[in-house]
């Protein structure tokens, strides 16, 4: 008679499984740890990552499209480009400040207090200075409204489209010269497209 204990009979050998299946069994739980602290760690990113962008682009930069060639080659239709929120901006930095209800962006060719010339051939000249500008295609008087020299208010921005034949900028009285309180901030950076990524100078 054979005796029970649990169910087991009592002379029944305990099977101890191959060292191999061991190895495997243990594998297979390494990998699906592994999987899930790499699957926590991108969720952890992804949020950490989305909480930084909401953080500047509310704060720091702000993210807009160009609409119209008014400031090409530089700027072309359709890009989009990062403006950094910022007060402390200089001549030769592209500007947005608000017009309108809407954010325009221009080259801040002068400052406070500088004397302004443009000649026929579309010449900027800066206290009797003429200007070198590479970032144009093409230099233009364009539609221009003022008497010069002008003279630029103190504490404010003389501006201009850097397609000179088609922009409507600080040559024009219906926009003028750009006060410190419409400024949004300079343009620093190219988003869109792919090829054209970039900081912007």
């Not at 952890?44 to 704060?59: G, N």
């Not at 910022?86 to 004397?115: M, N, P, S």
């Not at 489209?161 to 343009?187: F, L, P």
């Amino acid at each position: 008679m054979i005796s029970m204990d649990n169910g087991k009979p009592e002379n029944e050998e305990l099977k101890i499984p191959p060292i191999e299946l061991l190895r495997e069994e243990l594998a297979r739980e390494e990998a699906r740890y592994s999987f899930r602290k790499t699957v926590w760690n991108i969720i952890v990113a992804l949020i950490v990552a989305a909480a930084v962008t909401a953080l500047i682009a509310t704060r720091l930069l702000l993210l807009i499209r160009i609409n119209g060639n008014s400031m090409s080659p530089a700027l072309l239709d359709g890009e989009v480009v990062f403006i950094h929120q910022t007060k402390d901006v200089e001549v030769g930095d592209i500007l947005g400040f608000y017009y309108g209800g809407r954010i325009l962006l221009k080259r801040a060719v002068a400052g406070g207090g500088d004397q302004i010339e443009i000649d026929g051939d579309g010449n900027v000249f800066v206290n009797g200075r003429m200007l070198e500008e590479p970032y144009l295609a093409a230099k233009s008087l364009g539609k221009c409204e003022l008497d010069f020299p002008f003279e630029v208010p103190e504490g404010m921005f003389f501006v201009l489209g850097d397609n000179r034949a088609i922009s409507i900028d600080s040559r024009n009285k219906t926009i003028g010269c750009v006060e410190k309180e419409q400024i949004v901030g300079r343009v620093a950076f190219r988003a869109w497209p792919f090829r054209r990524v970039g900081i912007i100078r």
